[in-house]
């Protein structure tokens, strides 16, 4: 909705049209002012193991709170890639996970590996692959310490000089999920291209997963995910699991992972530690982040 205003702006100027454009040019000048003033946070969700609870990951996710308001990523992502702001952000991303993990290790807390997710635009710039390892590396961190969230739009690049920063990331260990999985609308093929260790269930397909018309239902869809990526050998993470009946439906589909409000929300970091992270204890019980150090 938005992309459609900015690309017919040129043509056309209906009023409506430049109302739209002067919404969007006020967001874009007070996301440019959030981000020189360190206003975005990082917020972080848990991503359990399905039938034990057990914490496996977390997924770091971009909040901004404009004042009093609100203000969803699904609104300001877009304006962020549009104007180029997402590079800023993005490597600030990068920058403030490894920071928080550092952080977390130097209270003595077990860390899983943490999610971050890329925007497709991040991977034209310049190599995001340089900058993440790099910054993992002065951190002293191993690589299986963070993972990569992308969808299947990375695949829209027609260089393909995306997926040659994937199989960077990927060759380095760091683990690449596909994000949103099911929404898109690429072939199936890209699956066995792409250098992916995780398939991330859209939380469509988890909404209508359990309902009173079983006419309706996307268990047959998700059984069918299930079964691909088990012959892939892919690991499987659903999100937007609110309810009990989901997860055990989703464990019974043999599901390994979920993510969602039923586990919990995204959190500020401190609540989120204080909530979900254990005390590592060294020699007995490493953190998930070193059993897999290469
Ligand atoms: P995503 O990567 O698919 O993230 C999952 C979204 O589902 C998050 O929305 C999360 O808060 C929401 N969610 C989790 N559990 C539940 C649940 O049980 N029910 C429902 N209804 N929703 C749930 P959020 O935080 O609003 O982020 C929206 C999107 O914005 C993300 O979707 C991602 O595409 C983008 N985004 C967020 N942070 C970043 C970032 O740091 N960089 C980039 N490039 N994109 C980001
Ligand atoms: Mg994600
Ligand atoms: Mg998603
Ligand atoms: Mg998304």
Same mark, same amino acid.
């Given at each position: 909705e938005?992309?459609?205003a900015?690309?017919?702006a ?5 009023p ?15 996301l440019?002012?959030?981000v ?5 946070q990082?917020y ?13 990951g ?8 404009d004042g009093?308001?609100?203000i969803?990523?699904d ?7 549009d104007?180029?702001l997402i590079i800023?952000?993005?490597e600030?991303?990068?920058e403030?996970?490894? $920071?928080q /993990?550092? +952080?977390? @290790?130097? *209270?003595?807390l077990a860390?899983?590996?943490i999610?971050i997710?890329l ?12 900058f993440i390892?790099e910054r993992l590396?002065q ?20 260089e393909? $000089?995306? /997926?040659e +920063?994937? @199989?960077? *990331?990927?060759?380095?260990g760091?683990?690449?999920a596909l ?6 609308y ?12 995780t398939?991330k269930i ?10 009173d018309?079983?006419?309706s239902?996307?268990e047959?869809?998700?059984?069918? /995910?299930?079964?691909m990526a088990?012959s ?18 989703l464990?019974?589909l043999?599901?390994d ?9 995204p959190?500020p970091?401190g609540?989120?530690a204080?909530?979900?992270l254990?005390r590592?204890r ?13």
């Amino acid at each position: 909705e938005a992309k459609a205003a900015g690309g017919n702006a040129i043509r056309s100027h209906t009023p409506v049209m430049n109302e739209r454009i002067t919404f969007r040019m006020s967001l874009e000048t007070k996301l440019r002012r959030a981000v020189a003033k360190n206003q975005l946070q990082l917020y972080f969700q848990p991503q359990v193991a399905t039938a034990s609870g057990r914490l496996t990951g977390a997924e770091a996710l971009l909040r901004w709170h404009d004042g009093e308001k609100f203000i969803p990523p699904d609104h300001f992502i877009p304006v962020a890639e549009d104007s180029g702001l997402i590079i800023q952000i993005g490597e600030w991303v990068v920058e403030r996970t490894i $920071a928080q /993990i550092l +952080e977390w @290790r130097a *209270l003595n807390l077990a860390v899983p590996p943490i999610a971050i997710n890329l925007s497709p635009r991040q991977f034209w710039h310049s190599s995001i692959s340089t900058f993440i390892l790099e910054r993992l590396r002065q951190a002293g961190l191993p690589t299986s310490a963070i993972k990569a969230e992308v969808t299947e739009s990375v695949l829209l690049d027609a260089e393909n $000089a995306s /997926i040659e +920063e994937l @199989r960077r *990331l990927h060759a380095a260990g760091v683990m690449i999920a596909l994000d949103d999985f099911g929404t898109g609308y690429s072939s199936l093929s890209y699956l066995q291209r792409l250098p992916i260790g995780t398939l991330k269930i859209d939380k469509s397909f988890i909404k209508d997963l359990v309902l009173d018309e079983p006419t309706s239902s996307s268990e047959p869809m998700v059984r069918a /995910i299930m079964a691909m990526a088990k012959s892939l050998s892919l690991e499987v993470v659903a999100e937007g699991v609110e309810t009990q009946p989901q997860r055990r439906e989703l464990e019974a589909l043999g599901c390994d992972v979920i993510q969602g409000y039923l586990i919990g929300r995204p959190l500020p970091a401190g609540e989120f530690a204080e909530k979900f992270l254990s005390r590592s204890r060294p020699g007995k019980d490493p953190a998930p982040a070193d059993i897999a150090c290469p």
